[in-house]
């Protein structure tokens, strides 16, 4: 596909986004950039689309999927991340050895390029260290605080990889300046909430179903807990009080109000008279309210009402797929059978219509909609591409969650944390629980009296293949 039709969509800041996150602008001369302007004229040459494509390998692939080897102990775990990490330095060469295009040197992009760029060497470290097994000494009393260290850095990379990725197509377009910082800002975070609900609701869906029931909470009283906070934060943010209220200022701020109101509802009914977990419908109807008020949102260009529209309907029919979710096909259970491994097809749309709704809200920038718009493609060839780019988001999420639990069969999903990496152990009579703690793919047992050969042989566990006491 031609460069020049990704500079007239948003898969542009998709691709150009996937950018190593830790390259910064390159040090060529701006002379080029004219005044007020965050970017020059000219296009991204062949050596930045190079290094575009190799990160949205290095770091939409390759380290997504690295990690989730880690978390179930697979040999190819580090193999992997060596493989990530060596793409990802070719990647910040090629980076600052591209013509064409050049980039302001204060840009968000290379502003976050230093905490990622930290975040991803503090984990090689760590990763090394792990590796040498040194377990005397003062070293072997920090292993389990570095192995806990390396998880949790290793869990958060994605998040700030994503986030770095957007601010790349921002920078690499030129978006986001000036006037445009604050509308830019609400479409990116709120969108990426919506894409980060659809991931987690995937997770329960498949895999945690049980350690839900376990929470003794109800699905309703976390999500309801989330719009209340949600809600309390854009009552307050979204105008600036004492000031005059303009164009969307009514609309943003009672939004937040009926969060944060209904919120509270949805938190009262996750429990019951007598003080158990109940589900209802007040999320979804949050979600409903809400998309039919964005719908309704006046814009100042064709395309832009289109797609908001668009967005509206696509939003509103995440809250009513819940609600018929919820209602009928689950019928105010937890889950469809006991074990939380029974799945309606059903239950799949609203989770996918959240992730297309969250590429169509990001995609509904001012700066995005008069580019679409002058690049002569219609509202709906440009919805088509964002739910494109939703579906392979979702299914890539889908993988993710296979390779973790292939085929969904195996593993006793009474020990699945979203907290921690759980593993499951089988013998003759039951399952003992243990904790896979940090992304190794050879926690070895902390006492070193007992490490042997064989038990690295028994955790380095193929793809897909758990520690079981039986033989298959």
Partial sequence: MAPAFFSSSLSTIFLVSAALPMVSAHDHDSSHIEDGMAISTEPIDTTLWIHIFIQMAAWGVIFPVGMVLGIVKSRWHVPLQVLGTALSILGYALGHMHGGREFRDNNVHSKFASPISFMLFAQVLIGIYLKLHIERGVFGKIRRVVKFAHGIIGKALPVFAWTQMLFGGITALGFCQGEHVSQCAAHFIMGSAFIAYGILLTILLLVGQIWLQRTGRSQEFFDSAVITAWGVVNTFTEHRWGTTWVENDWQHTTMGVIWWCA?????????????????????????????????????????????????????????????????????????????????????????????????????????????????????????????????????????????????LSHQDPRYWSPWTSVGWQCSDSHANEFELEGLMSDDEDDNPAKHTQDDDESLNSTLGKNSNGHAH
Avoid: C
């Fill in 263 to 407: 919120g509270l509802v949805g938190i009262w009914l996750s429990r019951d008279r007598d003080g158990r977990p109940k589900r209802n419908v007040i999320p979804g109807f949050i979600i409903l309210i809400t998309g039919w008020a964005f719908g309704g949102h006046p814009q100042h260009v064709h395309i832009s009402a289109e797609v908001h529209k668009a967005y509206g309907y696509t939003l509103m029919a995440v809250g009513a797929t819940r609600i018929v979710e919820i209602s009928f096909v689950l019928r105010d259970h937890p889950a469809l059978s006991e074990d939380g491994r029974e799945i309606n097809s059903f239950q799949y749309i609203p989770i996918f219509l959240l992730f297309a709704s969250g590429f169509m809200f990001m995609g509904a920038t001012e700066e995005q909609m008069a580019l679409i718009e002058n690049s002569g493609m219609d509202h709906i060839a440009y919805i088509l591409i964002l739910f494109s780019l939703a579906s392979l988001l979702f299914l890539f999420t889908l993988m993710l969650i296979h390779l973790y639990d292939p085929g």
